[in-house]
């Protein structure tokens, strides 16, 4: 999706560009910011200086100055920050019938105007984006992507394709994994990208409505069961309450230390994986209708233990054992109903905040904001999130 979320700049701009404080290059119309690379690269940083603000494609590809490497181009591509709004391609996409295929194309003259009248020259006019995920707000997680383009142009995975395999087989980076999955796709108006592509692709997908339909009745049975087993009811119920109040923690607990553990992950392919089966698919293509919620198999596999631990604490009473488990057990279908409502229907005033904090976390922190039922465990341990101002850059 680079071409709708990241800027258009100035040629006049990116040629004064060329300074060890703020060096851009090109390739192309492709913009990229290197500063940060200068120090690291081993010829040196007067060699890039020397080509600051300039087009690199034709010495990057001389053999006689030093023939550069796909990872070279790699590199680039992680510093990508824009494209050259040159008056031809401008002509070019204003001509087009598509044109925002092209590039986000400048004001129109009545546009312009009222920029004027607003006091706002178009040079200055910015298109502003969340560097880590190259995009700028909520919109954007619906913005659809072209699978073809951004597979050219990433070189991560072709979204027309069974994902599963090509993580498996792609031999990705932890660090380039990790850059990729967390710029969000936008699938078909949020239909399932194919996973296993194979009979086991039904077992990936489970709508909202499945969550309280399988979990609502056992808690039920087990919280009456409770009740009629010990004796006084206000009792049962704090236990009740406390398994509700366990989960919030939990909740916090399994989204940052388990669906997160991104800097700790092994750097192969079983790492990757796995990561991306328990989590990274949804920071992918967090708009996905069926693979919101948690499916029924993988949380048995998740809420086993908690049953083990449940009974190991409250050994003196096996009731109450039950109480605190089917308290914590609908704080989770609570939790999972949340999550998908928040990324998929208008809600209350409360709600709307909620929704608001979470969608950052996918198009603009996803290194915090890790509460989704509230924001309580994120300020106690310091990862609430304030989104910061996204990067800007001129654009025509």
Request: charged share 20%.
């Amino acid at each position: 999706m680079p071409g709708r979320t990241l800027p258009t700049i100035l040629s006049a701009d990116i040629q004064s560009r060329n300074t060890s404080k703020s060096c851009y290059v090109t390739i192309g119309t492709k913009v990229f910011d290197i500063t940060p690379f200068l120090e690291d690269h081993p010829g040196g940083a007067s060699l890039i200086l020397d080509y600051g603000g300039r087009d690199v494609a034709e010495i990057l590809e001389d053999s006689i100055s030093h023939s550069h490497s796909e990872a070279a181009y790699e590199i680039l591509d992680d510093h990508l920050i824009g494209f050259v709004a040159t008056a031809s391609v401008l002509k070019t996409a204003t001509e087009s019938k598509d044109p925002a295929s092209i590039l986000p194309l400048p004001p129109t003259r009545s546009g312009a105007e009222e920029l004027e009248i607003n006091g706002i020259a178009q040079d200055t006019v910015t298109t502003e984006v969340y560097s880590n995920t190259g995009m700028s707000s909520a919109e954007d997680l619906t913005v659809e992507t072209d699978p073809t383009s951004d597979y050219r142009a990433h070189k991560f995975l072709d979204l027309n394709r069974p994902l599963l395999m090509q993580i498996w087989r792609g031999g990705f980076t932890r660090k380039f994994y990790l850059e990729q999955v967390h710029r969000p796709r936008h699938y078909k108006g949020g239909e399932s990208a194919p996973l296993f592509g194979n009979f086991l692709e039904p077992l990936s997908k489970t709508p909202w409505w499945v969550i309280p339909i399988v979990w609502l009745p056992p808690v039920t049975y087990g919280t009456l069961l409770a009740f009629q087993n010990i004796l006084n009811p206000l009792v049962t119920a704090a236990y009740w309450l406390l398994g509700l109040g366990i989960w919030t923690i939990v909740e916090y607990t399994l989204h940052r230390c388990l669906f997160h553990v991104d800097q700790y992950l092994p750097d192969n392919r079983v790492g990757l994986t796995i990561h991306f089966l328990l989590h990274g698919i949804h920071h992918y293509l967090p708009m996905d209708k069926l693979r919101l919620v948690m499916p029924p198999t993988l949380f048995v596999a998740l809420a086993s233990p908690f049953w083990k631990l449940a009974h190991t604490i409250f050994f003196y009473n096996w009731y109450a054992a039950v109480a605190v488990y089917c308290g914590g057990i609908f704080g989770y279908i609570c939790y999972d109903l949340t999550h998908y409502f928040l990324h998929h229907r208008n809600l209350p005033s409360y709600y709307r905040e909620l929704k608001k904090y979470h969608l950052q976390h996918h198009f603009a922190d996803y290194e915090n904001g890790f509460g989704v039922t509230s924001r309580f465990w994120d300020r106690v341990f310091g990862t609430e999130l304030v989104a910061p101002p996204p990067k800007a850059a001129k654009a025509a």
